[in-house]
């Protein structure tokens, strides 16, 4: 590119800036091919603006738009990403993000002033325009805008920046009433400690870690963390990069301010006057989604690095006298992985060592040869550390020797450490404790503990929810006929039964213990679903008898005093109580309340729904 051209970087630029003759002509001299596809966009001012809308997901209603541009459509710059590289490349990239905030402005000037703009722009810009006060307020007027209408969204971009001039800056558009958002939080080099130089009012999660957040603990981690921080600091978040209804659900949950993406709307050249009337509905609607109502799959929370114990390896060219040594001089070692690089190839245990050098003449025959030739056993177990314990616990059920032996774990194919089949034995212990305190081992539903989580959650957000406590009748009589095999069959049906009737992004199904479940109903028709369950299960359950029985409308047999007693078939007693904010302090008064509406459920013969009406 020609060097005269590069003295437009030194011009002085305002939010008004016009392209003058004299830069004009600067440009026009430019000879290179690329740089002046880039220029024609500059000097035609050939950019178009679209608007993506900021959405209140408490009041549903569009709370602002961020403004971004887009090149000539039939150029291979028509993306943002693309036209900005090729800016920055040809050194025009201050005059191309300069020419991007003025377009955005005149056109959201134009057609929409009665919501907020977000108009990005990259620390870099910040530091070079240092705009002139009155010059910034004087075209701003020219347009009809105000500065506390527009918030300015810093894009963190590279590695090394001057937090102290970069706070002179924000500060000086705070002055004159702008707002300041930092952008793509989790995703720029240092973006922490960018929030703590600007305190900006606004912080923008990054899409990443928005995309598929309901099925991933992490990302919900961090957006729950985000969201506390900027709580205690004043700020307000926005959540980018909403692109599905499950995505919408966790965000709404976890009270974020703001979110955007393309679930809410797309990017349009004219701001749009309201969001779709389906996805308004939903987030209107007073309800929080089950993104944790997956206790079950323990064992794959936790892996084999879980155990790694690092213990430096011996390299296989190693004596077999030299490695006796180390283990004479340290009680402490049980094992050593013997490496050929950074590749573990075998393993060498205090017992076989000591066992072969200790018999006679087997020092002097075999001190001086290679570990790696003698005494190592060539097929260790050798795992990576992503594996989870219980598929490494289902490996060393096949092959014992490898609990007392030991195992290598691995990291894509290099050494990390080793494990241990007892540090094995007690995490897989506790996993069972773990798995025996949050489900139930017959139907795999939520136990007592992720009920009650479940239950303080929804008191905590003062949502409307209706509890149902689901009880079998005459079921002892049937399990003591038919054995507990077939009583586990009922038991089995009936957690599938509940789940078929409920809806599984709103409706929490738990298992308190043997014929007892809970249901927490969001679902505005759940007394509905519950008629469904009672005339489902009257239709199914006879089929679980043998023929007699189902032919006599039940069983026929001796109680506990040696009467004669006929029990009618297993039915389903519902104890309902209507919960509204304020009206319970806790889910142990929650709980009492409804233990007593089942109880006056079960006075009912048959199939029943009681629903508590006291207040």
């Known amino acids: 590119m020609d060097r005269t051209t590069q003295s437009i970087a030194n011009l002085a630029y305002s939010w008004g800036a016009k392209w003058g003759d004299d830069q004009r002509r600067l440009f026009e001299s430019s000879r290179d091919e690329h740089s002046r596809v880039i220029l024609d966009i500059l000097i035609n001012r050939n950019l178009t603006s679209v608007y993506q809308p900021i959405v209140s997901l408490q009041s549903a209603d569009i709370y602002g738009f961020e403004g971004l541009v887009r090149g000539p459509a039939t150029t291979s710059l028509h993306a943002p990403l693309d036209l900005f590289d090729a800016a920055k490349e040809q050194l025009f990239l201050p005059e191309m993000e300069h020419l991007s ?8 000037a134009a057609t929409c002033k009665t919501r907020k703009l977000f108009l990005n722009s990259t620390p870099e810009m910040l530091l070079m325009s240092a705009p002139n006060k009155g010059e910034t307020l004087a075209y701003l007027a020219t347009l009809g805008l105000e500065p506390k209408q527009i918030i300015i969204e810093v894009t963190e971009q590279t590695r090394n920046m001057d937090y102290g001039l970069l706070r002179e800056a924000v500060q000086y558009y705070r002055n004159i009433g702008f707002e300041i958002a930092m952008d793509d939080l989790g995703e720029g080099f240092s973006s922490l400690r960018l929030w703590s130089e600007l305190k900006p009012d606004y912080v923008k999660i990054d899409k990443h870690f928005i995309r598929n957040i309901q099925q991933d603990q992490v990302k919900f981690e961090f957006v729950r963390s985000i969201q506390q921080i900027a709580q205690n600091s004043g700020a307000k978040v926005i959540a980018e990069g909403i692109e599905a209804y499950e995505e919408l659900c966790i965000i709404k949950d976890l009270k974020i301010d703001f979110g955007q993406g393309y679930y809410l709307g797309r990017p349009e050249p004219e701001p749009i006057l309201s969001i779709d009337a389906e996805v308004k509905k939903q987030l209107v609607r007073n309800t929080l989604h ?53 590749t573990p190839i075998g393993l060498i245990t205090r017992y076989a060592m000591i066992d072969n050098l200790a018999r006679p003449f087997r020092r002097e025959l075999y001190g001086n040869r290679r570990c790696s030739d003698t005494f190592m056993d060539a097929h260790p177990l050798i795992v990576e550390k992503s594996m989870s314990l219980k598929a490494l616990s289902d490996i060393i059920a096949e092959e014992a020797q490898h609990f007392s032996n ?77 054995g507990f095999r077939r009583g586990d069959e009922i038991i089995s049906y009936t957690a599938k039964l509940l789940l078929n009737h409920v809806d599984q992004h709103f409706d929490f199904v738990g298992h308190i213990g043997g014929d007892d479940f809970i249901v927490i109903f969001q679902s505005e028709n759940w007394q509905e679903r519950c008629k469904q369950i009672l005339a489902s299960l009257e239709t199914d359950i006879p089929e679980f008898y043998d023929a007699a029985h189902k032919a006599a409308g039940g069983i026929v047999a001796e109680d506990r005093q040696g009467k004669v007693v006929q029990y009618p078939f297993v039915s389903l007693s519902i104890g309902a109580v209507k919960v509204k904010p304020g009206k319970y302090r806790s889910q142990h008064e929650l709980s009492s309340a409804v233990s007593l509406a089942k109880k006056q459920a079960k006075k009912i013969m048959g199939n029943s729904l009681f629903i508590e009406r006291r207040t």
């Open 406 to 482: 030991g195992f290598i774990i691995t990291d894509n194919g290099r050494y990390l450490g080793i494990g241990r089949g007892q540090d094995l034995l007690r995490e897989v212990t506790q996993m069972q404790i773990n798995a025996a305190r949050y489900a139930n081992p017959i139907t795999l539903l939520p136990g007592n503990v992720p009920i009650n989580e479940q239950l303080e959650r929804l008191l905590a957000s003062e949502c409307k929810f209706s509890v149902c406590y689901f009880d079998l009748d005459t079921f002892k009589p049937y399990n003591d006929i038919y």
């Open 101 to 108: 905030r003025q377009i955005v402005l005149e056109n959201y």
């Open 290 to 342: 089950l993104y944790q109502n997956n206790y079950v799959a323990l064992d794959h929370r936790s892996n084999v690095n879980k155990l790694l114990k690092y213990i430096p390896p011996i390299p296989a060219d190693m004596t077999n006298n030299e490695v006796m040594r180390l283990i004479e001089a340290d009680n402490s070692i049980h094992m050593l992985p013997v490496v050929d690089g950074e």
